[in-house]
């Protein structure tokens, strides 16, 4: 597998350990396994089954007080003056606060600055649920009367929360500071957008010039919330002496310490912070909320402070995904070449600078071999809350919207939808949408496995249509760093720094045992907090198990050139003598023919007489994700009379480089999958006339139940990405990428009717379904 | 003389150039001298750019080298989920 | 004012103090040190805090303290005997059925509830009988096999 892009680029970035004779090569070495693929125990399952593992609201301080927020019931008003001397003087409040509270230490980083902004409106509110103002008392109960003590006054301004009206001349502004970036010349004049962004290569104009047929559509997109169990939680403790602990579910612990000791003006080494166990994340704990709340709010009080958020402004205030509203165009020829393709994508970010569209614009295309492309995207600025990331983010509905066009453009031309796909995939070699040119890749074979998937010559019942549709995601590495600490008996503890948020303890684990050669149950993996290793980024971009892997087999081939060090001076040989095989120093040369093999067990039990504790480091930036594709079929059922969907049959086909623990990258499948399909058919955030949210819980906000569902086919492809020692990629983002247009093509299939608009709930169904029958 | 192929949020800082030539060894000095040539690429650059050298993205890491005759792309730093 | 209330939970006579209007939930949670039900939304729309009482499963956010009283409670931290785990638990943890884990105590639950009154239901049972317990994580596919995998080994 040792293609030549690989081995020009040879890793460099080695750190400077103690015992820099091993060649940090993330270049694939290894295809053959005796641990990486099998499907032990989880090490964090027993506690998650017996009630005992702690999240972010599980977890107490001595003399801890209970923070709450108040938040604007208005979508955008200026906020004249904030009185909170009445709930100050309430008995059981030990402190009030506001932006006052809160003074700008971003020293100019406006994305920062935006943060804060975010964390508590100075002097506008910018949507409904945006904080104002906050609480610390003594009990829940008098936290509450706090809260209806404190007036505001506003000054109700005009608000837009739509996607095309913000668009529009003459829309209310949302920021009037804000001047669109990437336009030249400079606009004179504010508007809601924020960012124009381009992408592609070729002539486009040209390239359509010589297309047999050409499709074009525009296609709208709800804002969903990725919808996690657990609400956003902490307990956060400062100290005079200006030092502090956070206790909090998140994503990514280490980014949480830097922007939250950014906002209050800490030191970065004076605040430690350590990661609950997370009830679900995707993309939407990546980003400050509540925390530096609570923690100014416990400054001020000098008391500890929990802080949760309810299910309501879970969906008020924290992470949404965009709104969308894109427009596509795709030439092809009649023997199915695609001659060019287009897209203008409109997402919003709301109220702050976001890079939403942008992503959008370099996805939309991804998957195929185009020579005519271009994607222009545009950052929309709504009173809507902050947008966040929502796994593999943009990408679900820009691929919404090409992937209804490619089908659409496959029947006119009388192509199979997979035969279409499979002659314009990309592969390795190919200039991608967004750029770069491609490594060895898995669309095709995706695709090829699609076609022969008995899923696809299933008989379909009545009412009921079978779709598809392909996905891609980028993944990436980023800053990562882990020990490997060997026990005084030989076992083995890896301390990572990116939060578990599905199984990767287990296959770190796996990994480390892997490199090692010990059994799995020896490696202990544990998510360490932000005190014990250096700076790890968070768990976002898929990237989890593949760089804190990457870190691990680094650090484990650290720990092995000290194991073989102490093992040489145990048996006074040289070190160049012995080698590390099967999770033992062996030593080489018939001379030595009477040295029994040196367990790791007994290497660590003499390591007080040969040099002391035995560990292994490794600092990384993981670079060389790679990226990853997937291509679902669904089968959906249509009720005519209720516009009700049911998914009958569904099936996930996606590479996985290599899947380190099968059941997991399994597990990321189904998950992506039905989270696309609760996008695709019923969530939808609702926005009143007024600019409020409208169905801001889980009974009006309707997430996939159990009996919405079907069982979830899997089937895992191995395509290794050479950048990774073991040829893994991130797995668990892309699966949330196709089904939005799988299901889409499907109710196509089945009726004839092209669904423009996501979700397809039943009202819109329905009403598509008579314009259809009225012609 | 490296070519550095642009994105479009970078291309109106160019004068609307989607290739420009810079005389680079590393990262670090491609971003000083388009910092330097293209002022307003400063703020995508202070916010986050990644590299792509042949096909393989690297974050903004200063000392990676952009081998003669590499092709360089210049994309946004990804979000993820 | 508080309210002194008597009941069993877990096989334990239990005694505390409570506000009239305050959840079993809060009470669970932040009363007895009993954190293995969640609050996930408050208003019995997920069923992450899911609990028996007198062996019928209800959302723990949506019943008052002090209708504990005289009742028989059951947690997830009461499902294991000693160190020997309920089939269910044991078929979660083989068959991946969790990621995140937060939903997963509701569920244990709510799976208890429906096998002793269902001991051999099929897939579309079960999945209406856990439809009351929301997962964000799996797409139900895993837990829907170890429910069945745990009932057949229920029923012996």
Known sequence: MASESTTAHPFEDAPNHVTPTVIHDPILTKTDFKRVGTRPLRPDGLDKVTGRARYGADFNMPGQLVGLVLRSPHAHAKIKKIDTSKAEKLAGVKAVITFADMPDHTGGDQSMYDILENCMARGVAKYDG???????????????????LIKVDYEVLKHVTDVDEAVKPGAPLVNPKNITE???????????????????????????????????????????????????ACVASVSPDGTGELWVCTQGHFVYRNHCAMLLGMDVSKLRVTSSEIGGGFGGKTHVWAEPVALALSRKANRPVKLTMTRDEVFRASGPTSATSIDVKIGAKKDGTIVAADATLRFTCGPYYGMWAELGAMTAFACYDLKNVRTVGYEVLVNRPKTAAYRAPSAPMAAFAVESVMDELAHKIGMNEVDFRIKNAAKQGTRASYGPVYGPIGIGATLEAAKKHPHMKAPLGKNQGRGMACGFWFNFGGQTCTDINIGPDGSVTLTVGTVDVGGSRASLALCVAEELGVPYEQVKCLVADTGTLGHNDMTDGSRGTFSSSMAGIFAARNAVTVLRERAAKMWEIPVDDVKWEDGHAKAVGSKYGNLAPLSIKEIAAAAGNTGGPIAGHSEIVAD??????????????????????????????????????????EGQYQGGAAQGIGWALNEEYIYGKDGRLQNPGFLDYRIPVCSDLPMIDTQILEIPNPNHPYGVRGVGETSIVPPLAAIANAMSNAFGVRMTHVPMSPPRVLKALEAAKNG | MAEIHLWGALRPAAGGASVVSVDAKTIRELFRKLEDTYPGMAPHIARGVAVSIDGRIYRDDWGKELPEGSEIYLLPRIQGG | MAVLVSTTINGDNVEFACEPNESLLDVLRNRLGLSGAKEGCGTGDCGACSVQVDGRVVCSCLVLGVEAEG???????????????????????????????????????????????????TEEEIRFGLAGNLCRCTGYDKIVRAVQDAAKVMRG
């Open chain 1, 130 to 148: 945006h904080a104002v103002a906050a609480v610390a008392a003594v009990d829940a109960a008098t936290a509450r009367a706090a809260l209806k």
């Open chain 1, 182 to 232: 990437g336009v030249e010349p400079k606009p004179t004049k504010p508007s809601n957008i924020a960012k124009r962004t381009e992408f592609g290569h070729g002539d486009v104009d040209a390239g359509f010039k010589e297309a047999d047929v050409i499709v074009t559509r525009s296609f709208r997109t709800e804002q969903t919330h990725q919808g996690y169990i657990e609400p956003h």
């Open chain 1, 624 to 665: 060389g994700a790679g990226v990853s594709f997937a291509t679902h079929i669904a089968d959906v059922e249509v009720d005519p009379e209720t516009g009700r969907s049911k998914i009958v049959r569904y099936t996930v086909i996606q590479d996985a480089g290599k899947a380190v623990h099968p059941t997991y990258v």
């Open chain 3, 71 to 121: 009742r028989e409670i059951e947690t997830v931290e009461g499902l294991a005997h000693g160190t020997e785990l309920h089939p269910l638990q044991t078929k979660f943890l083989e068959h991946a059925a969790l990621q995140c884990g937060v939903c997963t105590p509701g569920f244990l639950m709510a799976a208890k509830a429906l096998l002793e009154k269902n001991p051999d239901p």
